[in-house]
T-cell receptor, first 116, second 114 residues
Framework: EAGVTQFPSHSVIEKGQTVTLRCDPISGHDNLYWYRRVMGKEIKFLLHFVKESKQDESGMPNNRFLAERTGGTYSTLKVQPAELEDSGVYFC??????????????FGEGSRLTVL | AQSVAQPEDQVNVAEGNPLTVKCTYS??????LFWYVQYPNRGLQFLLK??????LVKGSYGFEAEFNKSQTSFHLKKPSALVSDSALYFCAVRENTGFQKLVFGTGTRLLVSP
């Protein structure tokens, strides 16, 4: 069974440019999460999809970030325009409906974003 | 708001020795606590969880964690460290309200020397 896959693994862009990160969750997982780790700090929650609906987007930093999950399958996270402070590792995770019982989120390897 | 703290950026231990990676938590209500591990060039992997029951929980790769309510701690332990245990370890707590998302700590790098 394929795990959570993220693309690209590393992106280097200049301030003001646009970047789109993609996440393919495990097949059949309705829940999809985006998290971010900046500069060795904590892994911070960005948002949560249930199928194609945004369940919780309380962690999105500002309106330069746009997440979509059309059709309830893969998700994209677009940063436009990128700022220096957006640099970090963006993690995607997915889970089954019963994750609250199992406690297990399945994470991708992360997309490292460097904004110069 | 729920939070966890990992006071050590890095823990160094010799192979074969016991290891402890510390985590303290702050929650309202009953805590739901987790440990995840990130090996180099890999995604985070679930190690173990505490929901209810025994204070000592066992997880993957021989790891265990001890829940201590009076000290609000959930330290990760292993009796005998392996070089292959070297990785980044994250403690997390599940929020008890709202959408119950996981809130992670800052991570502790474990370095096991041969």
């Amino acid at each position: 069974e394929a795990g959570v896959t993220q693309f690209p693994s590393h992106s280097v862009i200049e301030k003001g440019q646009t970047v789109t990160l993609r996440c393919d969750p495990i097949s059949g997982h309705d829940n999809l999460y985006w998290y971010r780790r900046v500069m060795g700090k904590e892994i911070k929650f960005l948002l949560h999809f249930v199928k194609e609906s945004k369940q919780d987007e309380s962690g999105m930093p500002n309106n330069r970030f746009l997440a979509e999950r059309t059709g309830g399958t893969y998700s994209t996270l677009k940063v436009q325009p990128a700022e220096l402070e957006d640099s970090g590792v963006y993690f995607c995770a997915s889970s089954q409906d019963r994750w609250r019982d199992t406690g297990e989120l399945f994470f991708g390897e992360g997309s490292r974003l460097t904004v110069l | 708001a729920q939070s966890v703290a990992q006071p050590e950026d890095q823990v160094n231990v010799a192979e074969g020795n016991p290891l402890t990676v510390k985590c303290t938590y702050s929650v309202s209500g009953n805590p739901y606590l987790f440990w995840y591990v990130q090996y180099p060039n890999r995604g985070l992997q679930f190690l173990l969880k505490y929901i209810t029951g025994d204070n000592l929980v066992k997880g993957s790769y021989g790891f265990e964690a001890e829940f201590n309510k009076s000290q609000t701690s959930f330290h990760l332990k292993k009796p005998s460290a392996l070089v292959s245990d070297s990785a980044l370890y994250f403690c997390a707590v599940r929020e008890n309200t709202g959408f119950q998302k996981l809130v992670f700590g800052t991570g502790t790098r474990l370095l096991v020397s041969p």
